[in-house]
């Protein structure tokens, strides 16, 4: 071969490498990832266990007024927030028909919250007119009425709280509530139970139960419509097993756990109890000192490539 051509070759393959080398430090690092288990102990311990659920300030009584028939609104005896007696004389209507004018009186002694037309106007005799003095603006009133005219019992209010049917049964009359309130954050209210309703609510296959909780005292920081929070003390066990939430999972319907005996891991059927925020009673299934998986954690490592002429 000619000392040419050899030289051209020398230089092809110095290339060749350089190329390679190259390419393998542009490529970065190597990366290699793993899985590993995070475990926890199941052990005796107490739990204490709480229902909590959300919903609105209503009045126990609350009575929608109407005219038991159409016509004329003549007179109006009585404004929004107004206190009236039982039987007093709220408004007089002239018939459409020509008839006696219609009184309208309260069946109830309370507070005017609503009146639903003005002196002049016609109303029907059914319907929940446009607001005088009721809620206005873009949003929807968090108090319902559907009369003429709406009276309300301040003085006794309730929480009106949606219940899941799951935890239901666990809802007892008189039962004792801790009522929270969003608009006074600082101040925790007495309540109990007073009324549970016997036929259900069903909402996208979500099936709850309103539950009625009464205010113990009267306080007049509390308004209709305000957003509550009412806490059920279910009481505390003691001495019982428990694992974290986080290892309980549910497979065909049945409670399953993954417990780790010398490294290997097995799903073993659990029958459980109460649970809080963090732990879940293991009533059968396990025993104490068991370990169980309570997640996954994957590591990620980097090795740089090393080329052609190793690492650097």
């Known amino acids: 071969m000619k000392p040419r051509t050899i030289a051209i070759s020398i230089v092809v393959l110095v290339l060749v490498v350089l190329a390679l080398f190259v390419g393998s430090r542009l490529s970065g690092p190597k990366q290699t990832s793993s899985s590993a288990a995070t475990t926890a102990t199941a052990t005796l311990g107490t739990i204490h266990t709480t229902l909590n659920a959300t919903g609105t300030i209503i009045s126990a009584n609350q009575v929608d007024l109407n005219f038991n028939t159409p016509g004329k609104l003549t007179e109006l005896d009585v404004a929004v927030n107004q206190v009236v007696a039982d039987g007093q004389q709220l408004a007089i209507l002239a018939p459409t028909s020509g008839a006696a004018d219609v009184v309208l009186t309260s069946t109830l002694a309370g507070t005017v919250i609503h009146i639903g037309a003005k002196v002049g106007e016609q109303i029907g005799s059914t319907t929940a007119q446009s607001g005088n003095g009721s809620a206005t603006g873009s949003g929807?009133?968090?108090?319902?009425?559907?009369?003429?005219?709406?009276?309300?019992?301040?003085?006794?209010?309730?929480?009106?709280?949606?219940?899941?049917?799951?935890?239901?049964?666990?809802?007892?009359?008189?039962?004792?509530?801790?009522?929270?309130?969003?608009?006074?954050?600082?101040?925790?209210?007495?309540?109990?139970?007073?009324?549970?309703?016997?036929?259900?609510?069903?909402?996208?296959?979500?099936?709850?139960?309103?539950?009625?909780?009464?205010?113990?005292?009267?306080?007049?920081?509390?308004?209709?419509?305000?957003?509550?929070?009412?806490?059920?003390?279910?009481?505390?066990?003691?001495n019982v097993l428990l694992v974290p939430n986080l290892a309980v999972k549910t497979v065909n319907g049945q409670k399953v756990v993954t417990k780790v005996v010398r490294g290997k891991q097995t799903d073993v059927n659990v029958t459980v109890g109460v649970a809080d925020d963090k732990n879940t009673e293991i009533k059968s299934g396990l025993s104490s000192g068991d370990k169980v998986v309570v997640g996954v954690v994957t590591v990620t490592s980097s090795a740089r490539g090393g080329g052609a002429f190793g690492g650097g």
């Open 140 to 238: 929807s009133p968090a108090i319902a009425t559907t009369g003429f005219l709406t009276v309300a019992d301040l003085n006794n209010l309730q929480v009106k709280v949606g219940v899941d049917q799951a935890d239901i049964a666990k809802l007892s009359i008189n039962q004792a509530v801790a009522i929270s309130l969003d608009a006074i954050p600082d101040k925790t209210f007495a309540g109990a139970v007073v009324f549970i309703d016997p036929i259900p609510l069903n909402s996208q296959n979500v099936i709850t139960y309103n539950a009625y909780v009464s205010l113990t005292a009267p306080d007049p920081l509390v308004r209709l419509g305000m957003s509550a929070n009412a806490s059920v003390d279910l009481g505390k066990k003691e």
